[in-house]
């Protein structure tokens, strides 16, 4: 064994990554639904008593919010219930006595967070290509910034699930935390027709710049400059991978 | 002299002002199979959590082959097989393919895993529960698992902690030959239990744990000899208070037509004592002979029980 123990680290991506595809009717499915669902609601309802945003219609207006929602939302659920599964479950402490570092227990979970999350949206994208002939102007920009994304909120739902003691804590902090600022960060409206400061506080949601970027890679529009979103998202990535690779390495809550 | 397998000293640790550990020394030869003996709360499972990285060490020394369990810690946790006491529950896949990534973890590429994953389901019975998930799994198939899962990536070093804990006469005895199978071949075993027959038929030598500290090690019989006494009980007839001082090798006294003896030693002495006994017109009726257990040097030691 090296300085990196590769294959226990590719083992433990096969694991995470298995395990979320064993169970794709609770991992995969139920994104693809709930979108196929928005769509089919405001594509057929409210679309005609909307008016169009920057020139684009409701539905598509809305679909790269929904693609990040997604997107997001799986790649944390993934980590976060993993880990605290295998907290909960006795399974992790096969994993902290194996000869593995921190850092690749947490790469490993990341990256099958990561796979979720861009599985979960690169289907969404697909779906709105074939429902709604959802323009995606730079597709590889789109996919590279959901695999971004993806990574980013795969290492804070580590963090989450680590810093978890049950599923109810880990619940509050998803319902409390993460759904407001989704939601917030304009899924369903351009910050634009908000009041001013309503604007100024949705500057402070890192959600925003993520919806915003994906919105400009697929529509070409934005509200705010395409360059700092993805900075923004960058600096997002980074902080939370740290942070996580940092909180596996102190042991906290998972090593007495 | 060879590298001690496991060598600790200094260890202490606490949790929330509670001293765990209170300076635990211990040394396992290569090759050893020691019995780490206490009651609840002694610290044996704290001990063997800071070997295999679970527990962090606050002070002293915890060395595997020679090398320090934090900063070699690859080294150290690849030597080392445990099967610990919490039974792990899992979802999703079926027990060959757990067993396959808990090889993987260990480095093990993709062909060796299969071939040691074959040969582990075979020799600990699994076979047929092979495609089973995890929480189907009776109670003694657990323990079986638990087992393939310490031995899977081969290791020198198996951590045992209550192997036998909740299961069967039957399957205590297959684990227990499979137990001494693996010392014979030369592995270095670390066993916690409660339970005083399994350490008396397996281990070599015993330490006993208490308060966070190793009270007493040696073999089951050099503990017992120093430590318990054994009582030789004999009923006969023609015995009178003159006789003592035939007998002022021994501590014994008279009963009811019955002479009870301390002794270190009850086998090799009570050949001596019949003799003297017969020779002074004693007649023997009957006489038993019980020899001190790792209990009595327990409950010695310590004024408690084990279990």
Known sequence: ?????????????????????????????????????????????????????????????????????????????????????????????DILTAPLSAMEISIAYIIGGTVRGTVNGVLVMILGIVLIDLPVHSPILTVCFIIMVSWAFASLGLILGQLSDSWDQLAMMQNFFLTPLSFLGGVFYSINMLPDWAQTISLFNPIYYMINGIRFTTLGIADTSPLTSFIMALVMTMLFTISAILLMHSGKKIKE | MKIPAVKIRGLKKSFNKVQALNGVDLTIKQGEFLGLLGPNGAGKTTTINILTGLVIRQEGITEIFGKD?????????????????????????????????????????NSQAKERVDIIIEKLGLGEKKNTRLRQLSGGMKRRYQLAKALIHDPEIIILDEPTAGVDVELRHVLWDYLRQLHSEGKTILLTTHYIEEAELLCERVAIINKGKIIKEGSPNELTMQLGQSGLSVRLSG?????????????????????HFSLLDPEKDMATIIKILTNNDCHIQSVSADKASLEDVFLDLTGEKIN
């Open chain 2, 239 to 259: 015995w009178d208070d003159r006789k003592k001082e035939l007998l002022d090798d021994f501590t014994f006294t008279y009963d009811n037509g019955r002479l």
């Open chain 2, 69 to 109: 369990t934090v900063k070699d810690y690859r080294f150290t946790r690849s030597k080392i097989g445990i099967a610990a006491q919490e039974l792990s529950i899992d979802w999703f896949f079926p027990i060959e393919k757990l067993l396959l990534f808990h090889a993987g973890y260990y480095g093990l590429s």
């Open chain 1, 1 to 93: 064994m090296g300085k990196v123990n590769w294959i226990g680290l590719w083992t433990l991506i096969r694991r995470e990554v298995g395990r979320f595809f064993s169970v794709y009717r609770q991992t995969v499915l139920p994104g693809l639904i709930s979108s196929g669902l928005y769509i089919l609601v405001f594509g057929f309802t409210l679309e005609q008593r909307i008016e169009e945003i920057n020139g684009i219609p409701y539905t598509l207006f809305i679909l790269p919010g929904l693609l990040m929602m997604n997107t997001l939302t799986n790649a944390t659920a993934n980590t976060s219930s993993s880990m605290l599964q295998m907290k909960l479950l006795q399974q992790l402490p």
